[in-house]
């Protein structure tokens, strides 16, 4: 196969050279990519990923948001971002495809020590994105890696072109990798994806927290509309009912990340950090989830409907296009 040229229903191949990367061996899904271990022209490993999110814009978008800027120990770096055809391809250090956090989630969950020790790591690895105005809007533990003992998100910006190029009217298609798990969605991103910020991420973090200590996420098995609903409602167990050694910290961070209203949350990963700063394991009281309130229907629920559709359609997989007018 020529080099940089990619059909649209292959894979990269062993031995292909791609953007002047020599392709060793495809490491399967991880996060919002199929993942190739490379060979970079200075001969150092890479990671080539393919996104499912096929648009000659792509890479462009994804410089245009800084993606390509942050370093930070908590984040893998995305080192460069190429067109092979109309598939962005990601280029990054080659991770472990069984150091995923959902890898590691599916083993059980944590003890304490650790669980808290890798929700800070991605708490700073996230505070660097917001530092540099990126807002990653797909956090879950898809595209979180774990190694000894340090957590760090990867996919940068790849959710926010993705939407970024639907709400501006693009035909965007998509190939089946998972981009965007409602599931770790801030109702606020669920309805309107363009205004998520930094404070969904946090909901998206909360999510997170939640499944470290209790094995699976506050909204897990729920479908796209109950999810929603569930979210708006502040509706899922409380940790300490899920797991009784639950540290008090974890118990009081919970509910305040999980917060319908973005602005009844903690407004940013450094005030997040504060909050973690004060805590002690014996430290504040819990607080517990408010009463479910009773929720009026949303006046308009396009917005809601096109975003889950959306996403159903790239979690789900298959070809679609998209053209917003």
């Excluded at 060979?39 to 792509?58: F, K, N």
């Excluded at 008090?248 to 450094?270: E, G, I, N, Y």
Aim: charged share 20%; with cysteine.
């Amino acid at each position: 196969m020529p080099e940089g040229v990619l059909a649209d229903d292959a894979l990269f191949r062993s031995g292909e050279t791609v953007a002047e990367h020599v392709v060793l061996k495809r490491l399967g899904t991880i996060g919002a990519a199929d993942r190739y271990l490379a060979r970079g022209p200075d001969g150092e490993s890479r990671m080539l990923g393919i996104v499912g999110v096929r648009h000659a814009e792509m890479a462009d978008r994804l410089r245009e948001l800084g993606a390509t800027a942050v370093r930070h120990p908590n984040v893998v770096p995305l080192l460069d971002v190429v067109m092979v055809g109309t598939s962005p391809v990601l280029i990054t250090e080659p991770v472990d495809p069984d150091t995923t956090l959902r890898m590691v989630l599916d083993r059980g969950p944590l003890p304490g020590d650790t669980a808290l020790t890798l929700f800070r790591g991605m708490v700073e690895g996230l505070a660097a994105c917001h530092a540099a105005g990126l807002t990653h809007r797909d956090l879950r533990p898809e595209n979180v890696v774990v190694a000894d003992r340090i957590a760090r998100v990867m996919d940068l910006g790849v959710a926010t072109a993705m939407f970024d190029l639907v709400s501006a009217g693009r035909s965007v298609t998509t190939s089946g990798h998972t981009i965007g798990r409602p599931h770790y969605w801030a109702p606020e991103r669920a309805r309107k994806p363009q205004a998520a910020d930094a404070r969904s991420d946090l909901f998206s973090l909360g999510c997170i927290l939640y499944e470290l200590f209790a094995g699976k996420g506050p909204f897990a098995g729920l479908n796209l509309y109950d999810c929603y609903h569930a979210t708006l409602e502040e509706k899922y167990a409380p940790l300490d009912t899920v797991r009784p050694d639950t540290p008090p910290a974890v118990l009081h961070l919970v509910p305040l990340l999980l917060r319908t209203d973005p602005a009844k949350r903690p407004q940013s990963c450094t005030e997040l950090l504060e909050r973690l700063d004060q805590f002690t394991l014996e430290g504040a009281e819990p607080e517990r989830p408010a009463p479910s309130p009773v929720v009026a229907a949303a006046p308009d629920r396009r917005p809601l409907w096109l975003a889950l559709a959306v996403a159903a359609v790239v979690v789900l997989g298959g070809a679609a296009w998209w053209a917003l007018a």
